[in-house]
């Protein structure tokens, strides 16, 4: 069998690397579902490896070398990272997007999330998810927070300096359906809010889950079968608004049609974000989003959240209004910076978003 060797960047020294970033301007870069990269449907020269896995590859290596240049702190993966769960060995899929993946350790803080795919739509046989993608992946980094009881939920914490003070973000990761209740926090909707009432106080929140609106910007309502689950609406009322005032930022995927990967909604002012190009050609072109914060960058004396559409692969952007457009804030409002007494001088070479 063919294995997908790793890619070394010579230029990137891992060593001294810390994840307190310094810029006006930062930026997330989201993964939506990659479960057509790794789909073995799709090793059509039969190597043993799909033959879109190089859309994946050419994810993670664009953002290791632009990590420093155009300020990267965090990547979220919104999850399908495998068409199936594989019960029968060797789990290929998960051990293709594992080695992919393992680029972005030592690197920048990250965090994947458990859908459907992964999983199974029952929610049956979470094992290779939590083998490759569970506690044990993150718990040597010091910004790894923990995970939910079931393993299948995750936190991460990272800081930014900018002009106006420090930043402290809490990302969680939410798995599938996210079953259970708010108040039991033993169950993974619980154990959710749990981590949101802890942490925002201090912290600003961004959720990332996998499924919320669909392309028509509206909250599903599938039911699979998942002991306990909520759906993409129930999630909204029992979560999202309630804590509309703590999650400044939702992110997700799963929703797909045909030449629409992307949708987008306010709950209660909080921006809610969908990508997923999976019904593009190659199981998705190697699009990516990215998420730039800028702070001044806006209209009327506003700062500025600025969504792009890009592909490492094809180094071409999506500039439709679904896939390019902004998001107007005050982030002394929304994202609380906090003052810093001792500044650090700022690195050069922030450069730009492509495009």
């Known amino acids: 069998m063919n294995r997908l060797a790793k890619t070394v960047l010579a230029s990137l020294a891992l ?51 632009n990590k ?21 060995n060797p789990p290929t899929e998960w051990l293709d997007a594992d080695e992919v993946m393992s680029g972005l350790d030592g690197v920048v803080p990250y965090g994947a999330v458990a859908g459907n795919h992964d999983i199974l739509n029952s929610g049956l046989f979470p094992f290779n998810y939590i083998i490759y993608f569970g506690p044990a992946r993150y718990s040597s ?16 914490r990272f800081q930014v300096q900018g002009d106006y003070g420090l930043y402290r973000f809490t990302h969680i ?29 201090l912290r600003n929140i961004i959720f990332s889950t996998h499924a919320t609106i669909d392309t028509n910007n509206e909250f599903g309502a599938e039911v699979w079968g998942l002991d306990g ?9 029992e979560l999202l608004e309630p804590n509309s005032a703590a999650i400044d930022l939702v992110l997700s ?37 990215i998420i730039e914060f800028i702070e001044g960058g806006g209209n009327l004396n506003l700062d500025r959240i600025q969504v792009r559409t890009y592909s490492p692969s094809l180094d071409q952007n999506l500039t439709d209004p679904e896939n390019e ?15 810093d007494a001792t500044p650090l001088p700022r690195p050069p070479g922030r450069g730009v978003t492509p495009g």
């Open 15 to 65: 060593a001294g690397l810390t994840y307190l970033a310094r810029a006006d301007t930062w930026r997330i870069v989201v993964l939506p579902d990659t479960q057509n990269y790794t789909n073995l449907d799709n090793d059509l020269d039969m190597d043993g490896t799909s033959d879109y896995l190089f859309h994946f590859q050419n994810q993670i290596d664009w953002i290791v070398a």
């Open 68 to 88: 420093a240049a155009l300020n990267i702190v965090f990547v979220s993966h919104t999850g399908d990272i495998v068409q199936r769960v594989h019960l029968t």
């Open 253 to 289: 995927g799963h929703f797909h049609a045909p030449n629409d990967g992307a949708g987008y909604l306010e709950v209660r002012r909080t921006p809610v974000l969908m990508a997923d190009y999976q019904s593009f050609p190659e199981g998705g072109q190697g699009y990516l989003r």
């Open 229 to 237: 689950e909520n759906t993409p609406e129930e999630i909204r009322h």
């Open 325 to 339: 457009f902004f998001i107007d804030r005050n982030f002394h409002v929304l994202l609380n910076p906090q003052p």
């Open 173 to 201: 990761s939410a798995q599938w359906q996210l079953p259970g209740v708010v108040d039991d926090p033993t169950t993974s909707l619980g154990w959710v809010q749990q981590v949101i009432d802890r942490d925002t106080p």
């Open 141 to 156: 980094y010091y910004w790894y927070g923990g995970s939910s009881p079931n393993e299948l939920s995750h936190y991460q």
